[in-house]
């Protein structure tokens, strides 16, 4: 009977048959009084929504205190009603970190048991009995193994009440406490990657804590070892792109071919994410454009898309999108994330800000959502509530560098030379490969007179821009930063070097020409940096900087060749000095002409080739 039961709830639970659930599984629980029934009758009321009457069955049972799935469950309750104080006085303030080694320990132990049962299975007489209790100790081994994954459930809902409570540092160790207890407790581990509570230094050093060989597979030690890397592997789609970028391209490549995972959404985002990284927005919009062909209201996609649209100007799309979920989902923050983007796209900021504000306050902890908000402070120079709404995000989300180096950003337009240089070194210690965060650096450095280590910003964020295959179109103002700061510095050739290749790569601006001439001018080379200056207007007819150079540019060409006119004045000077002292010559040899004539005969010297001589002269 109790077997017919459970099969029956069983498949009225598959069917989402609650009513049905609900009658069997009370009838089982008056047949059995076992706490596994009574915690499946609850998840029953649990999963209808009936959260206060789930919560109230588990506490009249007396279930909490003995068992700790009912625990879970009872405080996962509490924080559905919104009641997150009451929550963790049911759940326990504190971590069961003594659980971080029994927890592997138990899984080997399960895994040996089971092994050892099935090897003596076939045994006869004492083996038999024998037999039997491994079997016993397999159960045992089994339901420990699950109690101490209720143990992992309940540090994650502790992190969930302390996240809600703003108590951010500690809902960070509580999430990290569950996947050490559990490694295969995801839900804690996406929170610590979606909220960006770790930098990305800390991310790779905590993967590489765990212990993935916790993971195990009933009698099968070769089938765990695989489960093990299969599931590092996954982990390691999800950490931040900034740092060893080879990890996670042969972690993918894995993946792709032997697990057939090429075009899996999860994967095609991490790898769209890396791409976005590199500005490379056309790519990484290719693979966020697939993904929604297949799966449109996938919403873990959309504020990556969204990014690419914008970075794009893909204003249409961005309307046609925004206005499609708006239609079918305005439950959704996303949502009016969208919405936002595309205010904020067609300069309409006020009303952008409107619907960043609405998103965040649909989830608070939804990060794109507070950036948004803030950089529409930014777009409208209001550097004071632009300041106040990244420091907002900084604290919600203190792994990412992002809202640091907006703030050193924000405070180096406010001339705050010093607050910027603070923050941006803030953000250099929680992300040191964004190229981005290099080249403001150099530009605080460049503005600080400290030149030499502006060069070593530019050029190591080149490096680094180059090192993950990034975009070359996207740093050509670096590149342009780095021949300002050589040209501070007097390094001529270096900062014509770095001009001439902002102009190759396309960079047609008119400040790269006025800066190129400028270095030609130091040079002495007027003519070549008038031609400069010519292209410059020809860009820009109205600039007055380049109007201004070229006329100085002009001036120094006309003194050149005012001294030219002086070296030749002063030639045909001496020419006739010169000439003049000849005919002189000349003139005392023809006074001696008639005393020397037969002399000057038979040396075969004529008037005619003295005069060629002195001609020469």
Same mark, same amino acid.
């Given at each position: +009977?109790?077997?017919?039961?459970?099969?029956?709830?069983?498949?009225?639970?598959?069917?989402? @048959?609650?009513?049905?659930?609900?009658?069997?599984?009370?009838?089982?629980?008056?047949?059995?009084?076992?706490? %596994?029934?009574?915690?499946?009758?609850?998840?029953?009321?649990?999963?209808?929504?009936?959260?206060?009457?789930?919560?109230?069955?588990?506490? %009249?049972?007396?279930?909490?205190?003995?068992?700790?799935?009912?625990?879970?469950?009872?405080?996962?309750?509490?924080?559905? #009603?919104?009641?997150?104080?009451? !929550?963790?006085? &049911?759940?326990?303030?504190?971590?069961?970190?003594?659980?971080?080694?029994?927890?592997?320990?138990?899984?080997?132990?399960?895994?040996?048991?089971?092994?050892?049962?099935?090897?003596?299975?076939?045994?006869?007489?004492?083996?038999?009995?024998?037999?039997?209790?491994?079997?016993?100790?397999?159960?045992? =081994?089994?339901?420990?193994?699950?109690?101490?994954?209720?143990?992992?459930?309940?540090?994650?809902?502790?992190?969930?009440?302390?996240? %809600?409570?703003?108590?951010?540092?500690?809902?960070?160790?509580?999430?990290?406490?569950?996947?050490?207890?559990? $490694?295969?407790?995801?839900?804690?581990?996406?929170?610590?990657?979606?909220?960006?509570?770790?930098?990305?230094?800390?991310?790779?050093?905590?993967?590489?804590? *765990?212990?993935?060989?916790?993971?195990?597979?009933?009698?099968? &030690?070769?089938?765990?070892?695989?489960? =093990?890397?299969?599931?590092?592997?996954?982990?390691?789609?999800?950490?931040?792109?900034?740092?060893?970028?080879?990890?996670?391209?042969? =972690?993918?490549?894995?993946?792709?071919?032997?697990?057939?995972?090429?075009?899996?959404?999860?994967?095609?985002?991490?790898?769209?994410? *890396?791409?976005?990284?590199?500005?490379?927005?056309?790519?990484?919009?290719?693979?966020?454009?697939?993904?929604?062909?297949?799966?449109?209201?996938?919403?873990?996609?959309?504020?990556?898309?969204?990014?690419?649209?914008?970075?794009?100007?893909?204003?249409?799309?961005?309307?046609?999108?925004?206005?499609?979920?708006?239609?079918?989902?305005?439950?959704?923050?996303?949502?009016?994330?969208?919405?936002?983007?595309?205010?904020?796209?067609?300069?309409? $900021?006020?009303?952008?800000?409107?619907?960043?504000?609405?998103?965040?306050?649909?989830?608070?902890?939804?990060?794109? !959502?507070?950036?948004?908000?803030?950089?529409?402070?930014?777009?409208?120079?209001?550097?004071? #509530?632009?300041?106040?709404?990244?420091?907002?995000?900084?604290?919600?989300?203190?792994?990412?560098?992002?809202? #640091?180096?907006? *703030?050193?950003?924000?405070?180096? +337009?406010?001339?705050?030379?010093?607050?910027?240089?603070?923050?941006?070194?803030? !953000?250099?210690?929680?992300?040191?490969?964004?190229?981005?965060?290099?080249?403001?650096?150099?530009?605080?450095?460049?503005?600080? @007179?400290?030149?030499?280590?502006? $060069?070593?910003?530019?050029?190591?964020?080149?490096?680094?821009?180059?090192?993950?295959?990034?975009?070359?179109?996207?740093?050509?103002?670096?590149?342009?930063?780095?021949?300002?700061?050589?040209?501070?510095?007097?390094?001529?050739?270096?900062? *014509?070097?770095?001009?001439?290749?902002?102009?190759?790569?396309?960079?047609?601006?008119?400040?790269?020409?006025?800066?190129?001439?400028?270095?030609?001018?130091? #040079?002495?080379?007027?003519?070549?940096? $008038?031609?400069?200056?010519?292209?410059?207007?020809?860009?820009?007819?109205?600039?007055?900087?380049?109007?201004?150079?070229?006329?100085? =540019?002009?001036?120094?060409?006309?003194?050149?060749?005012?001294?030219?006119?002086?070296?030749?004045?002063?030639?045909?000077?001496?020419?006739?000095?010169?000439?003049?002292?000849?005919?002189?010559?000349? !003139?005392?040899?023809?006074?001696?002409?008639?005393?020397?004539?037969?002399?000057?005969?038979?040396?075969?010297?004529?008037?005619?080739?003295?005069?060629?001589?002195?001609?020469?002269?």
């Amino acid at each position: +009977m109790e077997k017919f039961l459970r099969d029956w709830r069983q498949d009225a639970l598959n069917k989402h @048959q609650y009513d049905s659930a609900i009658f069997i599984g009370d009838k089982l629980l008056a047949l059995t009084g076992n706490d %596994k029934d009574a915690f499946w009758l609850a998840q029953v009321h649990f999963s209808t929504g009936n959260y206060t009457r789930a919560q109230s069955f588990l506490a %009249k049972q007396d279930l909490i205190a003995r068992n700790p799935s009912c625990r879970y469950l009872a405080g996962h309750c509490l924080i559905k #009603q919104g009641n997150f104080e009451e !929550a963790l006085n &049911t759940l326990g303030e504190k971590n069961p970190t003594h659980l971080f080694t029994s927890a592997s320990n138990s899984r080997r132990k399960l895994q040996h048991t089971g092994g050892h049962g099935r090897t003596n299975s076939s045994l006869h007489g004492k083996a038999a009995a024998r037999s039997d209790r491994s079997n016993t100790r397999d159960e045992v =081994a089994q339901e420990d193994a699950a109690n101490i994954r209720f143990e992992a459930a309940m540090c994650f809902l502790r992190g969930l009440c302390y996240a %809600k409570q703003n108590a951010f540092d500690r809902a960070k160790e509580c999430y990290k406490d569950a996947v050490r207890i559990d $490694v295969q407790c995801f839900e804690a581990f996406e929170q610590l990657m979606k909220n960006c509570l770790m930098s990305p230094d800390e991310e790779w050093q905590f993967l590489e804590s *765990l212990d993935f060989d916790a993971i195990s597979i009933s009698d099968d &030690t070769s089938s765990s070892q695989e489960a =093990a890397e299969f599931t590092k592997m996954l982990y390691t789609t999800r950490l931040s792109k900034y740092k060893n970028p080879a990890s996670f391209t042969a =972690a993918t490549e894995t993946l792709s071919t032997h697990y057939n995972l090429a075009m899996n959404a999860d994967l095609l985002l991490s790898k769209a994410d *890396l791409l976005f990284t590199q500005c490379r927005f056309k790519d990484a919009l290719a693979i966020t454009s697939s993904i929604l062909q297949d799966d449109k209201y996938n919403f873990s996609i959309y504020p990556l898309h969204l990014a690419c649209l914008y970075e794009l100007q893909l204003k249409n799309a961005l309307f046609l999108v925004s206005h499609d979920l708006a239609d079918n989902h305005p439950e959704e923050p996303c949502t009016w994330l969208a919405v936002g983007i595309y205010y904020l796209a067609i300069n309409k $900021v006020a009303e952008a800000r409107r619907y960043f504000s609405k998103a965040s306050m649909m989830d608070p902890h939804f990060g794109p !959502a507070w950036i948004g908000f803030a950089h529409t402070f930014a777009a409208e120079g209001e550097h004071d #509530q632009a300041i106040s709404a990244y420091s907002t995000a900084a604290r919600l989300f203190m792994g990412t560098h992002l809202p #640091q180096l907006f *703030l050193g950003m924000q405070n180096h +337009m406010l001339n705050n030379m010093t607050l910027a240089d603070e923050f941006l070194k803030t !953000a250099y210690g929680l992300c040191s490969a964004d190229p981005l965060l290099l080249n403001e650096m150099g530009v605080v450095f460049y503005h600080q @007179q400290r030149l030499v280590d502006a $060069v070593k910003m530019f050029v190591k964020a080149l490096e680094i821009a180059e090192e993950i295959d990034s975009d070359p179109q996207a740093w050509i103002s670096t590149r342009a930063n780095l021949g300002h700061a050589y040209r501070r510095l007097q390094q001529w050739d270096l900062a *014509l070097s770095e001009f001439d290749e902002v102009l190759r790569q396309g960079g047609k601006d008119p400040s790269v020409f006025c800066a190129k001439g400028l270095v030609l001018m130091e #040079q002495r080379r007027p003519f070549d940096a $008038v031609q400069v200056f010519h292209e410059a207007l020809a860009i820009s007819p109205q600039d007055a900087i380049a109007t201004e150079l070229l006329n100085k =540019a002009l001036e120094e060409t006309a003194g050149a060749a005012n001294g030219d006119e002086a070296e030749d004045e002063e030639f045909e000077r001496e020419l006739t000095v010169r000439k003049a002292e000849a005919a002189k010559i000349l !003139a005392t040899g023809r006074a001696g002409k008639g005393k020397a004539k037969g002399k000057a005969r038979s040396s075969g010297i004529g008037t005619e080739q003295l005069m060629d001589l002195s001609d020469d002269e």
